[in-house]
């Protein structure tokens, strides 16, 4: 019977036995890691190499492998090796001067803003590339953001109070956040809804009939999440006026009422004020 090359003996401690069980176990380990802790186990055990790729489905090069690996390097021989790869075909300054060009200027072919295939066209590098490095410092120089800075000399001081409202409400008061959208839609199917049951979703029609616009008028309570609301036809301060009576109607009276709204002409219209005035109501304009 010929005879191969001798089997490097295997000795395990009971402390390498107790952490290759560790991993063996584990279910959140990768599933290559796990299994070549299988495979020192079985052969710290005085299984061969041949018995345990029979067992668990592998070939002998593989079980002869990571026995080698862990002999000469213990633990650690079982995670993969770092291969060398590819080097890199841009160095750091060419990156820095494609992402400084994204951040600095404007292209000069008239667009507003950058693009990925513009960058590429403009440095010479390709689009995917190009895409890479702006996704791996979070750029996006396609899209912008709007914002506006108030102009209102206490702008500061009216966050402050609108703040204090929303964090640490007076006893026996209501803040309410008070605004309207306007320009909705009225929209109606123009066949009643098919109700949904067991196997199939709701049906709706594909076409509406208009019915003009309306404005929807909210006060959202800040403390509970509640909303009160009234559709009008306009948004002009009469129509303001209205719903601030429903809001009346519709809080307790023994609640001071604390309004916080936008700078909307309407809302800062004499009438409106003199009638928060007759009633003591604290309006806060920002």
């Known amino acids: 019977m010929p005879v191969g090359r001798p089997i490097a003996p295997l000795v395990l401690s009971d402390e390498e036995i107790k952490n290759l069980q560790s991993i063996a176990r ?6 290559s890691l796990v299994q070549r802790a299988q495979i020192i186990l079985a052969c710290g055990a005085g299984t061969t190499n041949k018995e345990v790729a029979e067992r668990m489905g592998i070939r002998n090069n593989t079980v002869g492998k990571w026995r080698q690996r862990y002999i000469n390097l213990g633990i650690e021989g079982l995670h993969d090796e770092l291969r060398p790869g590819r080097p890199r075909t841009y160095e750091d300054e060419k990156v820095a001067e494609v992402i400084n060009r994204a951040l600095q200027t404007k292209p000069t072919d008239g667009s507003t803003q950058w693009s990925a295939r513009s960058l ?5 590098i390709s689009k995917s590339t190009v895409h890479r490095w702006l996704k791996t410092f979070s750029l996006q120089p396609h899209r912008q953001k709007t914002f506006k800075i108030s102009t209102d000399p206490f702008f500061v001081e009216k966050v402050r109070d609108i703040v204090g409202l ?14 309207e959208k306007t320009q909705i839609q009225a929209l109606n199917r123009t066949q009643p809804l098919l109700p949904m049951g067991l196997g199939y979703a ?12 309306t404005t929807l008028f909210a006060a959202l309570d ?3 999440g509640e909303v009160i609301t009234q559709c009008k ?12 009576r429903r809001i009346e109607e519709s809080v307790p009276s023994e609640l001071d009422i604390h309004l916080v709204v936008d700078n909307y002409c309407t809302h800062k219209h004499a009438k409106v004020r003199t009638w928060l005035a007759q009633r003591a109501a604290s309006l806060c304009v920002v």
């Open 202 to 213: 709701e049906g709706v029609t594909h076409d509406y009939v208009r019915h003009g616009t």
């Open 233 to 244: 036809q306009r948004h002009r301060h009469q129509e303001f006026l209205g719903f601030l």
């Open 222 to 224: 800040v403390a509970n």
């Open 166 to 179: 929303y964090l640490n409400p007076p006893d026996n008061a209501l803040v309410l956040c008070v605004d």
């Open 26 to 31: 584990s279910r959140s380990l990768p599933h």
């Open 120 to 124: 590429a066209a403009e440095s010479g």
